[in-house]
């Protein structure tokens, strides 16, 4: 079983829908998480940083950690053709290592 | 203007051939790292470097080396051992130091393709 579990998607929704995109984790010790936008042949962009459970806003983007669950989301709102990527979750425990969800690829029709 | 180059966006490799991928940031980071990246798969670590002339092998080591001279600089080297170099290779930095809240930044990737 993967550390990290995302759902590969693709994930295709008309503009201006509100997009929830997911991961699962297993190590209880994940503290740090961390979603990134990935534009096709591009390298990843930092999007939201997240510790510990609760929500952070970021303009149309939500991000919530529920470590309860071992369960984090991203929450798209109003969402654009320019969203269309793929979205990588990405989580840390104390250690410099971060573990990556193998991605979700979104696409936004317009 | 602060970020992390990668050099060159596309390299071809012959069979029995190492090549190297460059990787330059100027955001005063301490720790580097190279991902390698495959189709419908996470990224993976191959090596790591906390602080100038020390790093460390990742998940994926085998087949690859590195070298850590400058704060500046890790580039990585695609030996011959590595039979299956094909992949998107990605480069990232850090602030470094205590290894708790900092985050990871990344470059705009190497992709390599076997002759």
């Known amino acids: 079983q993967k550390e990290v579990e995302q759902d590969p998607g693709p994930l295709s929704v008309p503009e201006g829908a509100i997009v929830s995109l997911n991961c699962t984790y297993s190590?209880?010790?994940?503290?740090?998480f961390m979603w990134y936008r990935q534009y096709s042949r591009k390298g990843p962009e930092l999007l939201m940083y997240?510790?510990?459970?609760g929500n952070k806003e970021d303009g149309r983007f939500t991000a919530q950690v529920d470590k309860s669950s071992k369960y984090i989301s991203l929450f798209i709102r109003d969402s654009q053709p320019s969203d269309s990527a793929t979205y990588l979750c990405?989580?840390?425990?104390?250690?410099?290592?971060?573990?990556f969800g193998s991605g979700t690829r979104l696409l936004v029709r317009p | 203007d602060g970020g992390i180059t990668q050099s060159p966006k596309y390299l071809f490799r012959k069979e029995g051939q190492n090549v190297t991928l460059s990787c330059e940031q100027n955001?005063?980071?301490?720790?580097m790292y190279w991902y390698r990246q495959d189709p419908g798969q996470g990224l993976r670590l191959i090596y790591y470097?906390?602080?100038?002339?020390?790093?460390q092998k990742g998940d994926i080591a085998e087949g690859y080396s590195v070298s850590r001279e400058k704060k500046e600089s890790f580039p990585l080297t695609v030996t011959s051992a590595q039979k299956n170099p094909t992949a998107f290779y990605l480069c990232?930095?850090?602030?470094?130091?205590?290894?708790?809240?900092?985050?990871?930044?990344f470059g705009p990737g190497t992709r390599l393709l076997v002759l």
């Open positions: 990232a930095s850090s602030i470094g130091g205590s290894g708790r809240q900092e985050t990871q930044y």
């Open positions: 190590n209880s010790a994940f503290q740090y």
């Open positions: 997240t510790y510990s459970s």
């Open positions: 990405a989580m840390k425990g104390s250690s410099y290592k971060l573990i």
């Open positions: 955001l005063n980071h301490d720790a």
């Open positions: 470097s906390q602080i100038v002339n020390d790093f």
